[in-house]
Each structure stands twice: as C-alpha cells, then as structure tokens.
C-alpha cells in the first residue's frame, strides 16, 4: 500500500528550495543496500474497535514473571501515592514552553528533584533530563574531555554493565574519545592498571562502578587522590537506590555521578522508561548537560523557578549546544522527587536492608541446593550478587522452568559460563525464596 504525505507540488517545491532534481539525487549518498526498493506493507485502514482489539491481543502476549534478578532494573515498591500524583492532567506533559517560568509547577518539582539526588550522591548540582543510566555515564565520560580540554583518553572498568559499556563505547567513537578498558580481576577494578594508564599523564577521566555489575562493594580509598593527582576526573556510577547506605560519590572523592535512578519509584514497566541521573561538583556546571532549575524570587519578592545556564541548550546553543540530549524526562523527575519524599532516609535505608537481608537469604537458599557454588566468595555485596551453576542438567532447562513456574531467575553474565546475577528486593518474601529454590 501507498502511504505519500506530501503531493508531486511539495515535493518539486522542496526539491527546488534544496537544490537538487530528483529524490534519487536527494538520496544518492546512502547505499543502496540501505534503500527498500518496494512499497511500504502498510495494511488496510480498521475501526477503532479492532485496532485495539489488535493491540490488547499484543499486550496479552507478555508474562509477568517475579523477578530474582536485576542488572539494572529493580522491583522495588512503588507507593500507590505516586501513579495517583504523577497521572493528574497537570502533570500531563513534561515539557515546559520556551518562556519556561511560565511552568512554575513544573520547574518546582525538577528543582526539588534537583535537591534530593545531590544530597543523596553528595554532590554539589543535578540535573535532569538525562535519558537512563547508559546515556547519563556516556555523557560524563563527555564532561571529563570537555573539562581537560587537551586529552581525550578515558578509563573505564570492565567491571561496569555492559549494555551500559556499549553506550559508552558508541559515544567514545563518535565524539572521538580513546576509552580504554580496565581490567578487572576477581569482580574488582585492577587498580594498578588505573596507576599504570594515569602514570602517561594523558588521562581526562576514570570511570568506576559502585555496586559493580556483579554486585560487589569496591573500596575505592586513595582513588580520587591518586585520580586528581594525574589532574584528571573521577566519575563514580551507582544505582541510585544503593547510595542511601552506601558511602556516596561524593565521600568517596568523585567529581562527577552519575547511574540509572529506576530504582527510586519507578515501576520496571517492561523495561522502561528510566531515568539518568547526572552530579557534579560546582566547579564542572558549565560543562554539565540537561536542564538546571534554579530558585530565585519574583519581581514582588515570592519564591520563584527559573531555567538556569540556557547556553548550554539545544535552543540557543543548536549544534553547539553541551549535548544532544533534548527530551525532558520530566515526569520520571517526578515520579522519583514523590518517592524520595514519601520515603525519607529511615525510609530509603529500611528498603536497603529488606533487600539486602532477601538477597542474603536467597544465596543462602540457592547454595543449601548443592548445585551452585560461589562466583566471588568473601566478596561484599548489597542486594545482588553472582553465582555458578553446578548442577547436572543444563542452565537453559533450570532457566525455563524457573520461567514456566513464574520466575524470572537471575540474569546470565558475559563471558562467564552457567554464571547468573542474582539480585532481591525488599517485596521478595521468604515463602517466594523458598518455590523459587525448590525448582532447582
């Protein structure tokens, strides 16, 4: 079926505006393996009723599976107080005109998200805007050579998530960035290799993972020292969830932080969406992308919102804007500015060690079966962690039935054989530990 928006006149109008005579040669640069040399399979128009009798037949098709797994994306309760909030028609978009003060709401609620996640890392300034965790990391590995200026060599442990690692790795490529990859040994950042790298005097940034993508606790003492020392940056990625326990970015000496903030009231969705959330300390703002709100008062004297530092903007800036990231994420800062005010520190600490105390106990379930043994024994960990099947059957048939049974069981490592990450949130029971246990 045809589908043509424009008529044979726009098109020879456009085509005469842009300079050249045909669509042929408006596309003679791209491949030709790339062009669809047939009509689009658009099917026949359908009433309303049967397009959604279509798309509720697509949404059957998904299992909702309890999670003992993680990886970057968490069970945690979400309170019922934030999907009746954030669902209110003011709340409808996220978006604020360009005369942006005109949203006063708006920009209140991103200001106070603003506050609580660089209270919570420790850092001096957020911001918001970033689109998940993987674009929020690649955008400070972006910082770190725009700071230094001179140098563009960054470190980056092996020890990060991967899918987070190959967002990071496009970006390097295509703003021109030499990402070198720390090895890790025994699930921990090779420090020497870090002292190595830095002893070149080259090195704008060194990124770190904290929990790592295995689950493990690094000691990052002396790193920042030894980072600033070589007169480059130290960037600290976390799950935004774990800094209510954690020592945060910012005890531990990092000038920028940055991970996913899913873990902070926002449902797992089917995968999405997130939230990235970027720190920094106040010397690195101007260099920092996103939107940044700032309180001020108004020409009678009242507390007011303003956009801050626009210059850095798609708006104003276009192609020479901080970075390419233009959507605001608005209702996800909302989502996560409710559920840190709802759950306060002794809230956020008690769902930390629910959790913990679930992942404790389901190492302990799955290793009393005799068919997994330990990955990284003696090794500190939150509320995942990676184990070893053993076991005689293969790991794809436990898998299945862990599947058939309505568990999701743990999440294979790359490069890691019959290796699973584990992970336990405070609304896993140890009625669910034990079914889930009992099928291996």
């Avoid at 408006?26 to 309303?48: F, G, T």
């Avoid at 929020?136 to 230094?148: H, K, N, R, W």
């Avoid at 929990?211 to 070589?230: K, M, Q, R, S």
Wanted: net charge negative; charged share 20%; hydrophobic share 40%.
């Amino acid at each position: 079926m045809k589908y043509i928006p424009h008529t044979p006149d726009d098109i020879r109008a456009m085509l005469d505006v842009i300079g050249v005579s045909s669509l042929e040669d408006l596309y003679a640069e791209v491949p030709e393996e790339l062009k669809l040399h047939r009509e689009l399979d658009i099917p026949q128009s359908k009433s309303e009723i049967e397009v959604r009798r279509i798309i509720r037949a697509m949404a059957d098709k998904n299992r909702k599976l309890v999670p003992f797994a993680g990886a970057g994306v968490y069970d945690h309760y979400v309170p019922s107080m934030i999907p009746y909030i954030t669902s209110r028609s003011e709340f409808s978009t996220s978006y604020t005109p360009y005369q942006a003060e005109i949203s006063q709401g708006t920009l209140q609620y991103i200001f106070e998200y603003q506050t609580m996640m660089a209270d919570l890392t420790g850092m001096d300034i957020s911001n918001a805007s970033m689109y998940d965790g993987s674009t929020a990391t690649a955008e400070a590995m972006l910082m770190c050579v725009a700071a230094a200026k001179k140098r563009n060599k960054v470190l980056i442990s092996a020890t990060f998530n991967p899918r987070v690692m190959n967002v990071v790795r496009t970006y390097a490529k295509f703003h021109g960035v030499e990402l070198v990859e720390i090895p890790a040994a025994d699930g921990l950042t090779d420090r020497e290799a870090i002292t190595r790298e830095l002893a070149a005097g080259d090195v704008a940034g060194v990124m770190v993972a904290q929990p790592n993508h295995y689950g493990i606790i690094e000691d990052f003492t002396g790193l920042a020292d030894e980072v600033h020392a070589a007169k480059a940056l130290l960037v600290i990625n976390s799950i935004a969830s774990t800094l209510a326990v954690l020592r945060s970015p910012g005890e531990w000496g990092a000038d920028i932080a940055c991970g996913d903030a899913q873990s902070l009231g926002i449902p797992m969705n089917f995968g999405g969406p997130h939230i990235g959330y970027l720190c920094v300390k106040s010397a690195l703002v101007r260099k920092m992308p996103g939107r940044l709100v700032g309180e001020t008062v108004d020409a009678d004297g009242k507390r007011a919102f303003v956009l801050t530092m626009q210059a850095r903007e798609q708006h104003i800036r276009r192609e020479k804007a901080t970075s390419n990231i233009c959507t605001a994420q608005g209702i996800m800062c909302l989502y996560v500015a409710i559920y840190l005010s709802l759950m306060g520190r002794q809230g956020l600490v008690e769902v930390n060690e629910q959790s913990a105390g679930a992942a404790r106990a389901l190492r302990e379930a799955l290793l009393a079966t005799g068919k997994f043994e330990e990955v990284f024994p003696g090794k500190p960990f939150l509320n995942e962690f990676a184990l070893r099947y053993v076991g005689s059957e293969s790991l794809e048939t436990l898998r299945r039935r862990w599947a058939e049974n309505g568990w999701l069981g743990g999440v294979t490592l790359d490069g890691m054989p019959n290796c699973l990450l584990f992970a336990a949130t405070e609304q896993r029971t140890q009625e669910e530990i034990d079914a889930f246990a009992a099928l291996v």
